[in-house]
């Protein structure tokens, strides 16, 4: 956590601030970079293929931010958006319910999932990472048991499937969602008591506790939330792609939670934004877009992001980990051990 | 009795599904379908023992798919350059053992959090891995297969060094002072220091040990075929952690036992024979597992706050 | 002569700037029960802590058999023969009494091979020698408190400690098991171990004590001879000759009963059978030992431990809070007395903490206000003189009075009817003292019941117009304010109240 121990000094932009501009440099270097070996890099095209391969991933980092932000994590959500996507084109080809409405009920059932979550760690008050990895294993296998691992839902109607990939105003499809979900929780995050709330739950859940604030029913929000997003996700998921299957989504909330903690979210609760967040994803997505213009393998994108979380997570530590070591020294220097007394360790 | 009643019920569950099947499909207690599940098992049996140390020890690894995947392709890759077979498989045991190191030295010498921390090598070793190979698999030379021995004699070696090394780590855990150091380092980290424990020491060692483990399962993986798969292990890390809980670890470190593990792991891996000699779909058996884990989890949380 | 067993010498401790152990002396001898006295906060855990090496003293040195340490770590004073017996035990829930001995007694090593048997029968044997009838193989948090603090003892006596700390030990124990404890600790004595003895229960130090040192803020007041002293004296040397500061003159008259509890049962934190009233603008104080159960009765009333019977009645309304957002609404506040963990929330700025409370009142539709609520908290930093940086500063940044201030504001900030104040001047310099005093005389002449539970018995007595006196979970008698100080202390401890004596 930072500015703990500092002094009383004026310090305007906070730490958290620090890292993503950081951030901001680390995207714009690898725009300017991919630019200059990858002559199509910088095409409007081009951005426009970012956007679109990314809306998905970049749902789900949206969401998984107020998650972490109250200390909590959600591993299920890759599975969430298989399950989701095959529930949909089921209620779709098999129910016979019309798109909207189907699309609606996912909604629903991704709001129900993530509720489901949310109950077994509020009520029973399990770790949310043993809760959520049960939930992975559980979701995705549902989605391969109502497909039996082969079916797979295509054929829909040329009008879903502009949702992702036509054009809106000249923008990807995707935009108008995307930008949606990325006001609302911003709004939900920086401008609300809310999320006042859930970075006190993250910062100290028990404090927050004696102050009035409702911790269980807020962790029902954000997972409930998340359910929901990823549900979106799905949807545009199957239209960008036209196909529903239940390998969906598989591994996309590693990159979430990539892109969460790059954006400097703590994961201990607290402290991050969605600004940063939102840095984290065009770092993970232009790496991965960029690398194929510059005809680098894409598999170096997932190393370097890889690399790149372990990097920011250990320099987040470099303060701590210099603070223990002065104090260590200042003890010993303090009171040095006698001769002939044991060494401490 | 009432302390093992968690390991007791799993082994009950398992013998209840052994039961019915005996009833249901005798086919499945034929000595080839039980050699061929018993080989392909002892290697997650290796790397479950490991992930259960880590967590006896309140920590938790999710990069032992990517390890193991990591230390089969390197092993293999030195085979395929010309080392001799007993190089390469302390080798790859070392690879794993130094993966595991690099964890530990970011969990319990920076003070970082185990999830993500593993969560971060995960992504890094499996893309890394996809980088190097592209998806090609490794050939390897003919007389590391098997260890060069018929294929009977290799699985009864293989079976037989996994059940030999899960017995001494059961026996070291129950036995050693250093496993009831794990212990008691996850249930209470502070207590162990004033008891004069090094709790960070102690949890980097389940770290390398969790790794070295990985490491031989690799091997232990690689030659059972001519070729070594450069996306094997993927979602070893969730097999692992499931038989893990099934078997009566707490997630929240200190409690549970090796024995438990055991039942745990034989439980899950006779679900998906069990669905095809019941003839329900195999297309059930992550849902199952799923469910099972969450059961388990479940299970713990009643037990837990039961006791106020 | 031989050097004593244990010499501490000018051992200095803070935390946080807040000065815990101001320069403090002390000497045990082999074969000797020190009785280490003091109230709530004068520093004896701190100074166990020295002791045991969990925490290093700033100044001092320990000298051991004459050998002189600057600190000890907790290694070191195992490997010396330094045990303790924690309020808390500092065991392992999940392992079973045999093996929890073990860990202690066996050394750190890890490859050696554990004697299971070997172990029980140890354990078994330490169990016995101290008469406890527990089985060696149950796991410790199915365990007693009494039982669990038994074990520790086995643990002390099977590492042949000679320096011994028992920190309240009786507290939870039955009278069988206390003459049980009392002969385990004459037997440790006769074998020349030196035991370090903390209780509030008097009778106890005269049975089992040598001698006795009074510890006062931080300072050694004294150490005797059980035998040179008596009862009265104790309590004085505990409590100081006389108020040491001046406390602000009470209102005129309280009003009408605004909360009014009758036979409060809340069993999940074992408060019984309580009834009192505070009537607008009174200060209730609120006194007692650790344990008695003040802080669980506050926590009863602001609906974070469910009440089972009994009835509360604030404003002529029957309340039941069931959460802290009900007790709020019913205008209702706790400043709680872990500060660090329950006041405030650190990484937060002041103003976002003074507002933490109040988010539906200052934020319609939820919408934060960041010029409304700077505005506001400007206000309150103002009106408390809290000293920071800006109301942007992160309240870990503050000094302990006034983070407790930032704490205080933000229960201000509710308008509360009832205002419950746990330990507020706990670790706050005494300029900040005298301020909040004042502040909550003054809160109290605008018609707020306040609620003032504190181990600072000047304090309580300064500021209280009535004190409850709890005992065991319950209100054992309420005194006038103003009482002497040695009347509340004999009445917390269950004793008769001493003859005041002039002067």
């Known amino acids: 956590m930072p500015t703990s121990s500092k002094s009383l000094a004026p310090q305007r932009l906070p730490a958290t601030y620090r890292t993503e501009v950081v951030l901001l440099v680390v995207v714009l270097l690898e725009w300017l970079y991919f630019n200059s070996v990858g002559p199509r890099f910088a095409s409007l095209e081009n951005s426009y293929d970012i956007l679109r391969h990314s809306a998905e991933i970049g749902l789900i980092a949206l969401v998984m931010t107020p998650i972490i932000l109250t200390g909590g994590i959600d591993l299920s959500l890759g599975s969430l958006l298989g399950l989701c996507a095959i529930l949909f084109g089921k209620l779709w080809r098999d129910a016979g319910l019309p798109l909207p409405l189907a699309g609606v009920a996912t909604l629903a059932i991704g709001a129900l999932a993530g509720a489901f979550n949310a109950t077994l760690i509020t009520r029973l008050r399990l770790p949310p990472l043993i809760v959520t990895l049960g939930t992975y294993s559980l979701f995705r296998g549902l989605a391969e048991a109502i497909t039996h691992g082969v079916d797979t839902f295509t054929n829909f109607p040329a009008s879903f499937l502009a949702l992702g990939q036509g054009r809106w105003l000249g923008l990807p499809a995707q935009a108008p969602a995307f930008l949606a979900v990325i006001v609302g929780i911003w709004i939900l995050v920086h401008a609300t008591a809310h999320g ?49 299957k239940a390998d969906a989504g598989t591994g996309y909330e590693l990159f979430a939670i990539t892109a969460v903690v790059l954006g400097g979210t703590s994961i201990f609760g607290g402290v991050g934004t969605v600004h940063g967040t939102l840095l984290g994803v065009a770092a993970i997505a232009i790496l991965n877009n960029g690398l194929v213009h510059a005809r680098l393998p894409r598999e170096a994108a997932g190393v370097l992001t890889g690399a790149l979380l372990l990097l920011a997570l250990s320099g987040a530590m470099v303060p701590k980990m210099v603070e223990r070591l002065r104090a260590h020294r200042r003890t010993r220097t303090a009171s040095p051990p006698t001769p002939g007394s044991p060494a401490p360790p | 009795m009432k302390r093992y009643f968690r390991e007791l ?125 592209q998806g090609q698999f490794v050939d390897l030379p003919r007389d590391l297969q098997w260890f060069g021995l018929p294929q009977a004699a290799g699985q009864a070696i293989l079976i037989a060094t996994a059940l030999a090394i899960f017995a001494l780590l059961a026996l070291a855990m129950r036995g050693l002072a250093g496993g009831r150091h794990v212990y008691a380092v996850g249930a209470d980290a502070e207590a162990a220091r004033l008891a004069g424990l090094r709790p960070s020491w102690v949890t980097f060692k389940t770290f390398v040990i969790l790794g070295a483990l990985t490491g031989l399962a690799a091997m232990m993986n690689m030659v059972q075929s001519p070729q070594v798969d450069p996306k094997s292990g993927t979602g070893l890390e969730l097999k692992a952690i499931a038989a893990v809980v099934v078997g009566g670890v707490a997630i929240t470190g200190g409690r549970g036992n090796l024995a438990g593990v055991f039942s745990g792991l034989l439980l899950l891996a006779c679900i998906s024979p069990a669905l095809i000699h019941l003839r329900i779909e195999a297309y059930w058996e992550k849902a199952i597992q799923g469910g099972i884990i969450l059961l388990a989890v479940i299970a713990d949380g009643f037990r837990r706050h039961g006791k106020g | 002569m031989t050097p004593p067993l244990l010499e501490l010498k000018g051992i200095a401790k803070a935390y946080a700037g807040v000065q815990a152990l101001k320069g403090v002396d002390f000497t045990l001898h082999s074969g000797e029960v020190h009785a280490l006295l003091g109230e709530n906060g004068a520093g004896k855990s701190t100074l166990i802590r020295v002791v045991t090496g969990a925490h290093q003293p700033d100044a001092g040195s320990i ?167 008596d009862e009265a004296r104790l309590i004085r040397m505990m409590v100081g000759r006389e108020l040491s500061q001046v406390y602000p003159e009470a209102a005129d008259s309280p009003g009408d009963a605004l909360l009014s509890i009758r036979e409060l049962h809340a069993p999940s934190v074992g408060i019984r059978n309580v009834s009192f009233e505070v009537r607008s603008g009174e200060v209730f104080g609120l006194s007692g030992l650790v344990g008695a159960g003040r802080t669980e009765l506050a926590h009863a009333l602001f609906g974070l431990a469910p009440i089972t019977g009994g009835t ?143 181990s600072d018995l000047p304090e309580v007595i300064g500021m209280s117009d009535r004190i409850g006196v709890m005992r065991g979970g319950t209100l054992a008698e309420i005194l006038p304010g103003r009482s002497e100080a040695p009347a509340v202390m004999a009445a917390a401890l269950g004793q008769p109240a001493p003859k005041a004596e002039s002067g």
Request: glycine share 8%.
């Open chain 1, 196 to 244: 006042r709330a859930i970075r006190a739950i993250g910062f100290s859940a028990e404090g927050a506790r004696f102050a009035g604030i409702p911790v269980s029913r807020y962790t029902t929000l954000v997972y409930s939330l998340a359910g929901i997003v990823t549900a979106l996700a799905a949807i545009l998921y199957t239209a960008r792609l036209g196909q529903a």
């Open chain 2, 9 to 133: 019920s799993v082994t009950a569950a398992l013998l209840l599904v052994l039961g019915g099947l005996a009833v249901a499909a005798p086919s499945f207690f034929q000595a080839q379908p039980l050699l061929s599940l018993a080989t392909r098992e002892a290697p997650t049996l290796l790397v479950a023992c490991g992930i259960a140390l880590v967590i006896i020890g309140r920590q938790i690894d999710i990069s032992v798919g990517s390890q193991f995947g990591l230390c089969g392709v390197c092993a293999g890759m030195l085979a395929a350059s010309g080392w001799h077979p007993v190089l390469v498989l302390p080798a790859g045991v070392a690879i794993g053992a130094l993966l595991g190191a690099f964890n530990g030295l970011l969990v319990a010498g920076l003070g970082l959090p185990s999830i993500v921390v593993t969560l971060g090598t995960m992504v890094t070793w499996r893309e890394g891995l996809r980088w190097i190979r």
């Open chain 3, 63 to 229: 000298s051991i058999d004459g050998r002189a340490l600057h600190y000890l770590t907790p290694r070191q004073a195992h490997a010396l023969g330094i045990a303790c017996i924690y309020q808390q035990p500092a065991l392992f829930p999940e392992l079973t009494v045999a093996e929890n001995i073990g860990l202690r007694l066996e050394p750190a090593t890890a490859l050696r091979r554990i004697a299971w048997k070997r172990r029980r029968q140890r354990a078994r044997d330490l169990l016995s020698r101290i008469g406890a009838s527990i089985d060696p193989e149950s796991e410790v948090r199915e365990l007693s408190m009494p039982e669990q603090q038994l074990v520790e003892i086995a643990c002390t006596v099977g590492a042949g400690a000679r320096v011994i700390v028992m920190d309240e030990p009786t507290a939870s124990l039955t009278r069988n098991e206390q003459e049980v404890l009392f002969t385990v600790v004459r037997e440790l004595r006769s074998q020349g171990a030196g035991i370090i003895y903390i209780s509030h229960r008097l009778e106890e130090i005269f049975a089992l004590a040598d001698r006795v040192t009074v510890l006062r803020d931080g300072s050694s007041v004294g150490s005797t001879g059980v035998t040179e002293t």
């Open chain 3, 312 to 454: 509360v009645t604030l404003r002529g309304k029957e309340i039941r809070p069931r959460n802290p957002a009900e007790a709020i609404a019913e205008g209702i506040a706790y400043v709680p007395e872990d500060r660090r963990r329950h006041g405030i929330i650190g990484e937060m700025p002041v103003a976002q903490n003074v507002t933490m409370a109040i988010h539906r009142r200052i934020f319609p539709a939820s919408l934060l206000q960041l010029r409304k609520e700077d505005r506001l908290s400007r206000q309150y930093i103002d009106e408390l003189s809290i000293r920071c940086a800006g109301s942007w500063a992160p309240a870990s940044s503050l000094s302990g009075g006034n983070q407790q201030k930032v704490s205080v504001a933000r229960w201000l900030a509710t308008k509360p009817r009832l205002l419950i104040l746990d330990e507020p001047t706990q670790g706050v310099d005494i300029g900040a003292k005298v301020e909040i005093h004042r502040l909550i005389r003054s809160l109290a002449s605008q018609g707020i019941a306040v609620l003032l539970i504190s």
